[in-house]
């Protein structure tokens, strides 16, 4: 037996293990606050062997036999002990036992002479790499395969584990038998983009190379056609000129693998680097939103101008229109496309919106790994506590935004028009923008039809719409233009400021946690309410928490601090600690 995940053969399924035991593959379950439950029944307990008896947890019977004589420490005919059993299976009060019994914690057994805590991070069972841990294991110990512990939290893609291992010390770039760290073992075989993701937000070397080949991670990443770890590794600053032991840089690499699309992100990260050191792009850069402003502002001008001008050749007007987007698409391709391109505009709110802080979950360094430990410990180390991107404890209604790369406390959306996200800090500025919108629209419109019934002699009533139209689009194309705008941006703002102000007041939501609700009621088999939720307390309530005001004093508004709110009912943090 190997006593491993990968090696589990003939007694993952076999008579040595409990059948209600499931064997992980190698891209197993990740959420790891299982406990052990109670033994499965057996005929006759009494008739089991020590083996057969840790295996399926019963406690009394291997009590029984330890105290009649049997050793601990003795492996069976494969070499496995009593320890790498108990712990395979998740069995912590055996592993407590026989530990106090003179049981070896790092004990080397089965065929990939591994020790109980390599079995225990090979099947993904948190609660006993704790216990091992606080026992005295060692993970930095080699097992038969050349890893240590943290490669194999890595390889079998248990990134609880592996955040617990880092927050208890473990270097991140621990290197196994061939010098390889665990961001190269990622990016060679793990598939999926969320293993390197991961280990890149502890600060791994990025141009370690291994002892063997001397590759590093972006190396074996191409080499293995990971081109979700490529394209981390790259837009983390991994190099793009360390050569192998073959003096092959990432490029060559990519060139052999006749991936064109590989080659395409390589070459494009070449380029855009060569870029960052030319200097008007520096200038660019500094005095971005200048840049977007101005830009922006002189092609809806544009735009207009073209539309207006005296020529009668609709052709002439189109060609000049197409040749106009293209010079403003490779614009913003070559110089505005810094960071994020936005809906412009000069006024109060939209500025307000854009460069609040929407309500980033923050914490240091530190605190990582104290919040990673704390939930470890406390059995609720997973994904609806934690965030494996931020590694950050995930207050109640935040969430991970894959745009801003960040959890946002009381998320309610990513706003394609400001380029940022809406959350708890600049929610409020939204609906005074999305209100300022449609305000402005309303007036544009009701300018432009004020100027066509004072300077087109067409009319309506008496013309027709297909008259009316061609007239008044001769008349002045501009002024067509504008109202083209308004109309848009009149419907769009005035309808999404309707449904904001129906969700705060009657739902008390957010549109991410509606349009969550709506899906589990589509899937669901029982009714599920919108309006039956803990955040809705009441209309006016609503409003009052939502906007901080007490009306004169009428009401008094509800202060949370929804970046650091973990539970509903306001309690200890020991008592309601895994509340979601």
Known sequence: MAGSGLACKKHCHGLHRPPTHNCHSVHG????????????????????????????????????????????????????????????????????????????????????????????????????????LKCGADPSLIDGEGFSSIHLAVLFQHMPIVAYLISKGQNVDTVDLNGQTPLMLAAQKALGPEPTRFLLKFNPSLNAVDNVQKNTALHWAVTSGNTSAVDLLLEAGASLDIKNGKGETPLDLAYQSLNRFMVYMVREEER?????????????????????????????????????????????????????????ALFVRQCVGLKNLS??????????????????????????????VALAEAGCLDFRTFCTSCLVRKPLRSVHCLACNSCVARYDQHSLWIGQCIGIGNHRYYLLLLSFLTLTGVWLLYGTLLYWSNHCVTSYQEDGAWTYFTQIMHCSPWIAYIFTLATFHTLWASM??????????????????????????????????LRRTPYNLGCFQNLADFFQCSCFGVFKPNVVDWTKQYNLFHLSKERNVCSV
């Not at 106090?100 to 993904?124: C, E, F, M, Y």
């Not at 109060?348 to 990582?368: A, M, Q």
Request: hydrophobic share 40%.
């Open 496 to 529: 999404w400021l309707t449904v904001q102000l129906y969700q705060i007041a009657f739902l008390g939501l957010t549109s991410h946690e509606r349009m969550n609700l709506l899906m589990q009621r589509k899937s669901s088999k029982h009714p599920i309410s």
């Open 29 to 132: 379950d990740t959420d790891l606050s299982v406990t052990p439950g109670p033994p499965p029944v057996v005929e006759d307990p009494s008739t089991c062997d020590i083996v057969k008896a840790t295996q399926y947890g019963l406690v009394e019977r291997c009590k029984e036999l330890v105290e009649a004589g049997y050793d601990v420490r003795q492996p069976d005919k494969e070499n496995v002990t009593l320890l790498h059993w108990a712990a395979i299976n998740n069995r912590q009060e055996l592993v407590k036992y026989y530990i106090s019994k003179g049981a070896i914690v790092d004990q080397l057994g089965g065929d990939l002479n591994s020790t109980p805590l390599h079995w225990a991070i090979r099947q993904g069972h948190l609660p006993m790499v704790m216990l091992l």
């Open 343 to 372: 809906m412009l505009g000069l006024l109060y709110y939209f500025y307000k919106t854009w460069r609040s802080d929407p309500g980033y979950v923050k914490t240091s360094e530190k605190g990582r790994k104290e919040n990673i």
């Open 272 to 328: 855009v680097r060569s870029r960052r050191n030319n200097r008007l792009l520096k200038i660019v850069e500094k005095y971005e939103l200048f840049v977007l402003l101005t830009s922006s502002l002189t092609f809806m001008w544009a735009i207009g101008y073209i539309m207006n001008l005296s020529s009668d050749s609709w052709l002439l007007k189109g060609g000049l229109l197409f040749l106009l987007l293209f010079g403003m």
